[in-house]
Nanobody, 124 residues
Framework: QVQLVESGGGLVQAGGSLRLSCAAS????????MGWFRQAPGKEREFVAA????????YYPDSVKGRFTISRDTAKNTAYLQIDSLKPEDTAVYYC?????????????????WGQGTQVTVSS
């Protein structure tokens, strides 16, 4: 069982930055894959980043490369999503998710555990 709690969302002006946090509670982290997704109103949930907890290796879709950075702090059992150069189209509820495995999973239904989500709103 993995429990996830996101924080760090809010209202930001376009061009600004934001760091989202996902505090995780799990029996073991050794083969944990953590991902970040976002969902805008009326749109499907979209994958934006993933990280292997053990190695820290990361994966991003082309759409966010260069602006989104996923990381983790193993001492705090917390994953982060840094978003730079925010755009109004980044407005969405951001979710962290987790599952055990080795591959980078990019589809929402591949993930077993989900946080409650945190709202990010970018004003123009």
């Amino acid at each position: 069982q993995v429990q996830l709690v996101e924080s760090g969302g809010g209202l930001v002006q376009a061009g600004g930055s934001l760091r989202l946090s996902c505090a995780a509670s799990a029996r073991t982290f050794s083969t944990l894959i953590m991902g970040w997704f976002r969902q805008a109103p009326g749109k499907e949930r979209e994958f934006v980043a993933a990280i292997r907890w053990s190695s820290g290796s990361t994966y991003y879709p082309d759409s966010v490369k260069g602006r989104f950075t996923i990381s983790r702090d193993t001492a705090k059992n917390t994953a982060y999503l840094q978003i730079d150069s925010l755009k109004p189209e980044d407005t969405a509820v951001y979710y962290c998710a987790a599952r055990y495995g080795t591959a980078f999973f990019t589809r929402s239904f591949d993930y077993i555990y989900w946080g409650q989500g945190t709202q990010v709103t970018v004003s123009s």
